[in-house]
């Protein structure tokens, strides 16, 4: 393993934890320099960086360090150096010549020059039951962009279920198509940064000029477009002229428009206006497909056993999937141990602990609240009209569940019920999380956010 794969791992496992704004923040342009017997040289861009990730974060990256590499990791060093950037601008660039060839090997996940990154494609995507809904919208739009229904179209889900990889597919099946399609990737959070540099440097005109005119806008993780008024209002007209033009857009969240707060009424209905698709959690055979897959990617060859126990013990998203291979493949080559499923199950011990997160039970009821966009007052007030008994019970349930809390004491929490009240939601809710769905990947969702933060 290369101090670049060590790394990945690291950010990997760490980014977990973390909110994306502050992963990115933090971890943007960082890299292991080098490794020096038990101490671990990280390059960070600036001073500023540097302070952070000693006073915040060191204790996280040596541990994760360690678990990866090995109790030998003892000290971790923090220098200014440059890093190579990992060209996260937004550019809007029409290719000239055409992208016949694409390079296999060297720098695999180097973004290319439309910011895109090239493994991420449909050839790259496996289809299952969690995401073929979604897989077959952006393929259509591939395929006829701008004109087909689905504009824009809207992808949802948790995190790490594939959202940006589906995104980015999109870019690469129609520049793939034609080479001389204007295709522009990028965050809300860089849309927002851009304009307001924009205001700031006066350079508006530049702005609407480059977020105006591809013939593909996707936009990633919408739900962070600022709620600073000017933003939206800038990204709406950006929206309108584009989807007037029979321009696609393509955009994804982690939850449906009608749930991101803080976002104008106008936009939450455009967004409305074509598909909405959403991504959730891939069932057991799918994971062993994405497993299967990503182990062919990367020319490794893991006993059917091994793979179905990381399927069985990594449940929640693709990217934790993903980790737990990486690690995997890092516990090999750093200790020289033959692949055994004892080596595999002790190395995902603590994977299978570090899911586990603590909340109060006020943080679950807001979450529960925010998810079915509810009131408190009514959410915890006597009515029993459907649309607040049956998140009322899920609250009941997720703390009896996640919390561990007891039936007298939700009940007291729940607007001063009857413990058996609590009992009564607990094993309906339980039963019916084993036949819908629906219903489980909501509870799913919710959990995310509630220990994702
Ligand atoms: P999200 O944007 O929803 O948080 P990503 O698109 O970043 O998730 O996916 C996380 C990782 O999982 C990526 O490395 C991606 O390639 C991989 N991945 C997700 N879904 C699939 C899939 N269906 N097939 C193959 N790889 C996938
Ligand atoms: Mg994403």
């Known amino acids: 393993m290369t101090n670049q794969q060590l790394w990945q791992a690291v950010l990997g496992e760490l980014e977990l934890n973390l909110t994306k704004a502050n992963f990115t923040t933090w971890f943007k342009n960082t890299a292991i320099s080098f490794v020096d017997g038990e101490k671990v040289f990280v390059g960070v861009p600036n001073t500023f960086t540097k302070a952070w990730l000693e006073n915040k974060y060191h204790q996280s990256i040596l541990k994760t360090l360690q678990k990866i590499v090995g109790p030998q990791i003892k000290e971790v060093v923090y220098k200014v150096e440059l890093v190579k950037p990992q060209a996260q601008k ?86 793939e198509a034609d080479p001389t399609k204007k295709v522009l990737y990028t965050t809300s ?132 999937l993903e980790g737990a291979l990486n690690k995997i493949i890092a516990y090999e080559q750093f200790q020289h141990a033959p692949l055994s499923l004892e080596l595999v199950k002790k190395t995902l011990v603590n994977q299978v602990l570090s899911g586990r997160r603590s909340a109060t039970p006020k943080q679950l009821i807001n979450t529960v609240a925010e998810f079915y966009d509810l009131r408190l007052d009514d959410l915890l007030g006597q009515s029993r009209e459907k649309r607040l008994a049956f998140p009322r019970q899920i609250i009941m349930y997720l703390m009896r569940k996640e919390l561990e809390s007891s039936y007298p004491a939700i009940g007291q929490e729940i607007g001063g019920r009857d413990h058996t009240t609590a009992m009564h939601a607990f094993t309906k809710i339980s039963r019916e999380v084993e036949t819908n769905d629906r219903l489980k990947q909501e509870i799913e969702q919710i959990k995310q956010r509630l220990f994702n933060g």
């Open 90 to 175: 937004a550019t809007v660039v029409t290719s000239t010549a055409p992208t016949a060839s694409p390079k296999p090997a060297a720098a695999e996940t180097t973004p290319n020059r439309f910011g895109l990154n090239p493994k991420y494609t449909f050839s790259n995507f496996v289809v299952g039951k969690n995401n073929e809904l979604a897989h077959a919208a952006a393929q259509a739009v591939a395929k006829n962009p701008g004109k087909s229904t689905y504009n824009p179209l809207f992808i949802y889900g948790g995190v790490g279920l594939g959202k940006t990889h589906l995104l980015q597919a999109v870019g690469h099946a129609i520049l």
């Open 189 to 320: 959070e860089k849309f927002t940064n851009d304009y307001v540099q924009a205001i700031r440097n006066r350079t508006t005109e530049r702005f609407k000029q480059t977020y105006r005119s591809p013939d593909l806008l996707m936009i990633d993780d919408v739900q962070f477009m600022a709620a600073k008024d000017g933003t939206q209002q800038e990204f709406f007209h950006t929206f309108n002229e584009l989807h007037q033009a029979d321009k696609q857009i393509v955009m994804t969240s982690d939850r449906p428009p009608k749930a991101i707060p803080a976002l104008e009424q106008r936009l939450v209905s455009r967004f409305e206006w074509g598909m909405i698709a959403d991504i959730f959690q891939p069932d057991y055979e799918t994971r062993i497909a994405i497993l299967k897959a990503k182990c062919a990617e990367r020319n490794l060859v893991l006993d059917q056993t091994i793979i179905s126990h990381i399927a069985t013990v990594v449940q929640n998203n693709i990217r934790e």
